[in-house]
């Protein structure tokens, strides 16, 4: 008989993480440049298909942490003490899905990009970093 061990942190899938800023700032943004963030609710749509490090459960958690290397543009707003990792909303999947998603989440919460590209730069989307006009965390998950 084989023994298979579910491991946690070999999740993969994409995620959208709901964000909230409490007071606003300014913020460059990479090599994108600078933006104003302002009070409210952004959106991040991403993907993470390995295993370990780079596994949904492992990409989740580094996006949590305030302390982290800036890496990816979403990182240029989390690790900011204006603002919180609210809710993360995740689906298991081997296909990387987070274009199809953020392109719903544009059209059905009439989202925009905080700048044009952020988030975005291996794909044509508009932006996979968005801001939303509701503060309601339950309304904007109700409506994706």
Not at 45 to 51: E, N, P
Not at 58 to 65: D, K, L, Y
């Given at each position: 008989m084989r023994l298979f061990v579910l491991r946690r942190d070999a999740l993969r899938g994409t995620y959208t993480l709901l964000l909230a800023c409490k007071r606003p700032f300014e913020v460059r943004i990479g090599k994108l440049g600078r933006t104003n963030i302002k009070?409210?609710?952004?959106?991040?749509?991403?993907?993470?298909?390995?295993?370990?490090?780079?596994?949904?459960e492992?990409?989740?958690?580094?996006?949590?942490?305030r302390n982290k290397l800036v890496r990816w543009h979403v990182d240029y707003l989390t690790v900011r003490p204006e603002v919180i990792v609210e809710k993360v909303i995740y689906?298991?999947?081997d296909k990387r899905l987070e274009c199809h998603i953020n392109q719903r989440i544009v059209s059905n919460l009439?989202?925009?990009p905080i700048i044009r590209r952020a988030g975005a730069s291996d794909c044509n989307c508009i932006g996979h970093?968005?801001?939303v006009k509701s503060h309601n965390p339950r309304a904007i998950i109700t409506r994706l």
């Open positions: 009070r409210g609710t952004y959106l991040y749509t991403g993907s993470a298909l390995g295993s370990g490090a780079v596994s949904l492992q990409r989740i958690s580094r996006h949590r942490r689906i298991e999947s009439k989202a925009k970093l968005l801001s």
